[in-house]
């Protein structure tokens, strides 16, 4: 079966601007978690989506915000980017919560702010 | 709250080495433990699991057991390949818990 599938892949941006990025999780699949990877601070988490409710939320500013579709894609939104929101951020897809199944991760969509 | 601690690295070594990675953890109720592995260009995987004291997981010749009076949950492999070069995540999930709780990672570069 396909996995979770995230696009684009690698995004360039000017800071200020705002971004949107996409995830689609693996078919039935219902709960969706976002995370931020950066060398300095590691795994980060972001936010959690279950059944098109944001379920959970980590210690990220209100300019990070994220949605789900009833299709189970969601999508998470960055705006006035910083320098320092250059990362790779990850999606994530379970059957229930994160934690109850495993979670299966996309390869992640490079942000560079410049 | 929740945390974990990863050894630092990166843990370089030559092929057919013993691996071993700690992993300590701090958690408020009986967490599942987890290894992940990240491959160079690609997410997470799952590598192995245990959800109670003294379980033992095992995939692709990667152990690690559940040590509830040592809270710990070291990864073991008897002989490394070059193609085990990745970044080996440790988590957690507390009871009740939605959200994963990740260690740094460890970076382990394999020499042939």
């Known amino acids: 079966k396909a996995g979770v599938t995230q696009t684009p892949r690698y995004l360039i941006k000017t800071r200020g601007q705002q971004v949107t990025l996409s995830c689609s999780p693996i078919?039935?699949?219902?709960?969706v978690s976002w995370y931020q990877q950066t060398p300095g601070q590691g795994l980060q988490f972001l936010f959690e989506?279950?059944?098109?409710?944001?379920?959970n939320k980590g210690n990220f500013p209100g300019r990070f915000s994220g949605r789900q579709f009833s299709n189970s894609r969601s999508e998470m939104n960055v705006s006035t980017l910083e320098l320092g929101d250059s990362a790779l951020y990850l999606c994530?897809?379970?059957?229930?919560?994160?934690?109850?199944?495993?979670?299966?991760f996309g390869q992640g969509t490079r942000l560079t702010v410049v | 709250g929740d945390s974990v601690t990863q050894m630092e690295g990166p843990v370089t070594l030559s092929e057919e080495a013993f691996l071993t990675i700690n992993c300590t953890y701090t958690a408020t109720g009986y967490p599942s433990l987890f290894w992940y592995v990240q491959y160079p260009g690609e997410g997470l995987q799952l590598l192995l699991k245990?959800?109670?004291?003294?379980d033992k997981g095992s995939n692709k010749g990667f152990e690690a057991t559940y040590r509830k009076e040592t809270t710990s949950f070291h990864l073991e492999k008897g002989s490394v390949q070059v193609s085990d070069s990745a970044v080996y995540f440790c988590a957690l999930s507390d009871q009740g818990s939605y959200i994963p709780t990740f260690g740094r990672g460890t970076s382990l570069i394999v020499h042939p």
């Open positions: 989506y279950f059944s098109e409710t944001q379920r």
């Open positions: 994530a897809s379970s059957l229930a919560a994160p934690t109850d199944t495993e979670a299966f």
């Open positions: 245990a959800t109670k004291a003294d």
């Open positions: 078919s039935g699949h219902r709960s």
